[in-house]
Each structure stands twice: as structure tokens, then as C-alpha cells.
């Protein structure tokens, strides 16, 4: 499972380097691929075998039905798969940075079975709302079970 939060530079040809712990379960439970899509102001990166569950539940879906196709127009149409070179970079198209806002500094988050990527300064927004939010709502954790 990736868990953890890291920060990294991107560089200026839109690498980003991946964090060996990350790295290390890639390397031992997937190969060292990721497809990485965008959604929800940041981009999730899935290893290739969790991605194609994914595809597959997605392909599954009511096809003619709206919110199935506006997943699959922006979600799917999005994916691209981006290996890691030897020294454990991933290099992120440009129109995937141009939706996070990537630029210099990313935080690349561990969200159990995906990386989500996120630019730093947006992040850091998300991450106060999100706090505030288990902070009011500890029942809802409970009726999940947590």
C-alpha cells in the first residue's frame, strides 16, 4: 500500500521523481509503471495492474449514461502511462502538470492503492479543508466502520 507524504521538486522538463518507499512497492508487488490520470485538481497515478481493475469496472458501466461518459471523457481520456527511468523519475505530460498547477514543488501523497500528486500550494489548501473536515464530522468515520 503507498502511504506517506513527500515533497519533491519537478523539474523543468516535467520529471518528478517517485519516493523509494513508493518505489519499493512497485518494485515488489507491480512492475515499475504508472498510469497517472487527473481529477479533483491533482493527478492520481495507479500502478498499471490497479488501473486495469479500474478500466474494467469502468467498461462495465452504463455506457449511454452521463456521468459514465463524462468519467470516461475526462478521467480515462486523460491516462497516460509514465515508467520510471533508472533513476526512479517519472516524466508527467505537460497538459497532466497544466491541470495540477504543477510547476516546482509537488507533494505526492499515499492513498493506499493510488499516489495522488499534487502541487504543493494547493495541497496545502486540501489538506487544512480535509483536517477540518474529520475534525466535524467523527461520526461519519464511525458509520464507515473506522
Do not use: N
Request: aromatic letters at 10%; one cysteine or more; glycine letters at 4%.
Amino acid at each position: 500500500m503507498f502511504r506517506g507524504r513527500f515533497e519533491y521538486g519537478v523539474d523543468s522538463k516535467g520529471r518528478l521523481a517517485i519516493p523509494s518507499k513508493f518505489r519499493e512497492v512497485l518494485s515488489a508487488k507491480f512492475d515499475e509503471r504508472l498510469i497517472v490520470t487527473h481529477f479533483d485538481q491533482c493527478l492520481w497515478a495507479y500502478p498499471v495492474p490497479v488501473w486495469q481493475e479500474l478500466e474494467k469496472k469502468i467498461a462495465q458501466l452504463p455506457q449511454f449514461q452521463e456521468e459514465v461518459k463524462a468519467l470516461q471523457r475526462v478521467f480515462v481520456s486523460a491516462a497516460s502511462e509514465c515508467p520510471l527511468d533508472k533513476q526512479g523519475r517519472i516524466l508527467l505530460p505537460p497538459t497532466l502538470r497544466e491541470y495540477a498547477g504543477l510547476q516546482k514543488e509537488a507533494v505526492l501523497v499515499g492513498m493506499t492503492q493510488r499516489i495522488e500528486i499534487w502541487a504543493k500550494d494547493r495541497w496545502k489548501k486540501v489538506f487544512e479543508e480535509s483536517q477540518k473536515t474529520l475534525e466535524l464530522k467523527p461520526d461519519k468515520l464511525a458509520e464507515l466502520g473506522l
